[in-house]
């Protein structure tokens, strides 16, 4: 049962036993807690917020993201939600194949979806990506200061993937607006299904218009792709299409958003990179190493031993990717952000058969942003340090970064 106010304000006595993925402190540097737990608890476990299972240690969350189908993709949210939120419209094979199936739903769909994210594809967004982020960056300049997060990154990915999707330019706005509460409302949210059902809505009309109007666009190829010889379901194109949205633009918005902050409070490094944009490849993969946004859920389909810990049928496992992300058993110095790391076997995208399909576009999105910046601010720096933010949960990141130029 969740219960928030109590969760959210009651202070953690052992983060082994009673950890709080949504505390303050903790989202704004988990590093220390990860570091504690993977020691001494390797698979820590609270009550809080419905009760969760997390691992820590890179070796685990690899294997626990193989465990397929004992723990079940039906909901990837990290919290379970409210019992009467719990419907087939937000989670199970209506919700957002393929994260939100298992197999063997999410095997055709993941098949069906993949064509469109090859690195060709992913290129191919190089020039209007570019052209959104020199516009934004126009519409800043001259002012000398920007919120990097609110007017930058924010704008960037949301743009990017309804243009790849072929969302019409006026009903963009309203769109994200209503993805961006489905990301923001958390528990609290009754509203969840409603705007859920508005985005769902939404893809169902565009979805009729692509059968009789086809054009070149991501909308009308998933519309006509055949699996065994049959069209996909339109409910399941829908929620294929929705979850382009919900997967990939804050995840990508809160690498470009922690990217900027890092380069604004480490001048060391932003110096180092604006004199030498070689670093780029490698500092692109450092940064999703030790920014990684992503933690994701599975749920137990039945009782699992695993080294020592017994998951019950029902039970939520969170897949902490960014924590195996700074395993010291697998990253020299992880605690270290090294712009030239040459050994980065980092799992920020996941693993095994949920590996994200939009890595190739994330990182040009993100390669494209941050060169963009630096291109035309070389210099900048936090201006208000202690009115950073960060968000966490399921995705974590940076919401406010005021940085001022020059
Ligand atoms: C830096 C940006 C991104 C990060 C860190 C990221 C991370 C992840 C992770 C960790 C997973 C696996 C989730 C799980 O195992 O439950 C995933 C899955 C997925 N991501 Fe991404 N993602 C990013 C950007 C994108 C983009 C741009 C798109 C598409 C527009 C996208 C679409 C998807 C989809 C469709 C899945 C589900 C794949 C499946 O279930 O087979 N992601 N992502």
Do not use: C, H, W, Y
């Given at each position: 049962m969740i219960d928030s106010n109590q969760d959210a304000f009651r202070p953690v006595s052992d983060p082994a036993i009673d950890y709080n993925i949504l505390d303050g402190a903790y989202i704004e540097n988990p590093l220390p807690t990860w570091d504690d737990l993977r020691r001494r608890c390797p698979i820590a476990h609270t009550e809080r917020w419905g009760g969760s299972w997390l691992p820590t240690r890179y070796e685990d969350v690899q294997a626990l993201a193989k465990m397929v189908p004992a723990l079940s993709?039906?909901?990837?949210?990290?919290?379970?939600?409210?019992?009467?939120?719990?419907?087939?419209?937000?989670?199970?094979?209506?919700?957002?194949?393929?994260?939100?199936s298992d197999p063997p739903e999410q095997t055709w769909t993941r098949k069906a979806l993949l064509p469109h994210f090859t690195p060709k594809m992913a290129e191919a967004q190089r020039p209007f990506t570019t052209t959104v982020c020199?516009?934004?960056?126009?519409?800043?300049i001259d002012d000398g200061r920007c919120d990097a997060a609110s007017q930058y990154s924010e704008q960037i990915t949301p743009k990017v993937i309804t243009h790849m999707l072929g969302v019409n330019k006026d009903a963009t706005h309203e769109l994200i607006e209503w993805v961006k509460m489905i990301l923001n409302l958390g528990l609290e949210g009754t509203e969840w299904t409603e705007y859920w059902s508005l985005i769902r809505d939404f893809f169902a009309s565009e979805i009729q218009d692509r059968r009789f109007n086809p054009q070149d666009d991501l909308i009308s190829k998933l519309t006509h792709t055949e699996v065994g010889g049959e069209a996909i379901p339109e409910e399941v194109v829908v929620g294929m299409c929705a979850l382009q949205l919900v997967a990939g633009i804050d995840t990508t918005w809160s690498v470009i958003s922690s990217a900027i902050w890092h380069f604004a409070a480490h001048p060391e490094d932003q110096q180092r990179i604006a004199a030498d944009p070689s670093l780029w490849p490698t500092a692109i993969e450092e940064l999703l190493r030790f920014y990684s946004p992503v933690t994701s859920g599975r749920n137990a389909t039945r009782t699992i031993e695993y080294n020592e810990v017994t998951f019950q049928s029902g039970d939520k496992v969170l897949l902490n990717f960014p924590a195996a992300n700074h395993d010291p058993e697998v990253f020299?110095?992880?605690?270290?952000?090294?712009?030239?790391?040459?050994?980065n076997r980092h799992i920020a995208f996941g693993v095994g058969i949920h590996r994200c399909t939009g890595a190739n576009l994330a990182r040009v999105e993100i390669e494209v942003a941050l060169k963009t910046w630096f291109e035309r601010i070389p210099r900048f720096s936090l201006e208000h340090p202690d009115a950073v933010c960060w968000a966490g949960g399921g995705t974590r990141g940076p919401t406010r970064v005021p940085v001022i130029f020059g």
């Open positions: 993709s039906r909901s990837s949210l990290v919290f379970d939600l409210p019992e009467e939120l719990d419907s087939d419209l937000v989670t199970g094979p209506k919700g957002a194949a393929p994260l939100s020199a516009d934004l960056i126009d519409s800043f020299e110095n992880p605690q270290i952000f090294m712009l030239d790391r040459k050994e």
